[in-house]
Structures are given as C-alpha cells and as structure tokens.
C-alpha cells in the first residue's frame, strides 16, 4: 500500500510540473508574439505614437521607427553604378570581384539582372578610385526562401583597403571598419566599428522578409555613417576616424537553408 501511495503521489508531481512548463511555454509564445505584432506595426505606420525606449519598457526597447520625414537624401554626382544589364547571365558581375563566387541571373516576375549571391562570398567593387568626404550608397537585395530564417546572417559595410582575400565577417577582420550584419533568424540588426568600438543590437521583423525587396539606403558624412533599411533608420552615429579610406562590401549570407537565396543589384553610388 505504501508503495502505491509513493507511485501515486510522484505522478501526481510530474503531471503538476508538465502542467507548469506548458503554462510557461504558452506564456513566451504570447509576449514574443505581442513583441513582433508590436514592431510590425510601428513599420507599417500602424502606431502614431512615439516608441517608448526607456528602462522600464523592455518590450519597446530599439525599435525602428520609420521617420515621419525621410531624412536620406542620395548624392547628386555619380561616382560609381552597376544594374548588370549588360553583363552575362550565369558570369561573375563585370565591375566586381569576389572572395568566392557569384552569378549574374533574371529573376521570374522581377525586372532586371541580379547578382546571385554564394554563401561565405564577400564582394567589392573591381576598381579603384577615392571616395569624398560626403557621399551616399543606394542598392538593392531580394529575399527567396520558404521563411526568412532559411537565410543565414549577412553583411555589408566599408574595409581600409579593397582586397577580397578575406571573407569578411564583422568589423575586426580581413582589415574592416564598419560592419552592419542582417540577422534573419535572430530578427535582428547588428552594427559594429572597429575605429569607434560601436556596437549595437537593434530589433527588425525580418520574419517579413523571406521573399521580398530590401532596399539599402547609406550616407557617410566625414566620420558619420547613417543607414535606412526599406527607409526605416538602423544607424546613425560615427563609425569612422578622421580621413580613413573606405572601400564598400557586401558579404552574402553564411548559410542557405530549403534552397532560399539571396540577390543583389542596383547599386549606386554618388557624392553630395
């Protein structure tokens, strides 16, 4: 009888902690589900209310908010432009080079070529000429995949020299400054500078992205770099110290999972 009671009772106890976990498990899913319902809004222009980022309001903490005025203003000068009209489909971008590889394509109901980006492949401009003080970048990227967190995390920003022997993955190798990563899985932006030691997490629904157009708007002002992903503004702080070289990169994600993809393309490139 004893024993019977002993069985009894450590049911009873595995049943009621079972009980707790699923409560709990219920729990995370409706805050992380509030979370993204909550950023989601702000971007689409849902919310007219300011974003809470103080202390006591975690849930609020670095949302991106799209600005009532669209502050980028693209340079007026050209200095460097590629829409891979005239390149080859299935070659390497003509005016790029790459530690990897990479394919020039036409993407179905999309107009355009696109370069087709390989995993682990870091890619920068095939010539060299000095960038101005003030200047701004313009380019595209196209999402394909079951769900975005098929996409691995990938990069762009600006390196000391134009050297594609490194695969460049943040800002502290392959002689890199700044470092602006796009976390897919995570829901993530994640900015980095070796020259100012910057480095910030800020939340983006990236959920929304599996396939999708990702316009890449940049504008560096002396040691000031500022960064607006589909117009929402990520960065906007000095990344730079005073007259550094900078040759831009892009660095294709780490990992392609369910055959997703990722493109890039019209990129340009202008003084202010």
Not at 139 to 156: C, K, N, P, Q, V
Not at 178 to 193: D, P, W
Not at 200 to 211: D, G, Q, S
């Amino acid at each position: 009888m004893t024993m019977k009671i002993i069985i009894g009772c450590g049911l009873l106890l595995l049943s009621h902690v079972s009980t707790q976990a699923q409560v709990w498990k219920k729990m995370q899913r409706t805050l992380e589900d509030k979370a993204n319902k909550k950023i989601e809004e702000v971007l689409d222009g849902k919310s007219s209310k300011t974003v809470n980022q103080s202390a006591g309001d975690p849930s609020a903490q670095n949302v991106p908010v799209v600005d009532e005025v669209y502050a980028f203003t693209p340079g007026s000068a050209v200095i460097f432009e590629s829409d891979f009209k005239t390149d080859a489909s299935g070659r390497m971008a003509k005016k790029w080079k790459s530690s990897g590889s990479g394919s020039i394509v036409s993407i179905p109901d999309i107009p355009g070529k696109w370069l087709a980006l390989s995993e682990k492949s870091t890619y920068k401009i095939d010539s060299l000429f000095n960038t101005p003080g003030a200047f701004t970048i313009e380019f595209d990227l196209i999402t394909r995949s079951a769900e975005a967190a098929d996409i691995g995390s990938m990069s762009f920003g600006f390196a000391r020299d134009n050297s594609v022997k490194n695969h460049l993955t943040d800002a502290y190798n392959g002689n890199a400054i700044a470092n602006i990563q796009l976390h897919f899985h995570n829901r993530e932006v994640t900015s980095s500078s070796s020259d100012t030691k910057v480095f910030n997490n800020l939340k983006y629904p990236f959920a929304n992205y599996a396939n999708a157009l990702i316009h890449v708007a940049i504008e560096v002002e002396g040691e000031n770099m500022s960064v607006y992903i589909n117009k929402s503004k990520v960065l906007d702080t000095k990344m730079f110290k005073t007259n550094v070289p900078k040759f831009f990169y892009l660095t294709a994600p780490f990992s392609y999972d369910q055959q997703s993809k990722v493109y890039f393309g019209n990129f340009v490139m202008a003084q202010k």
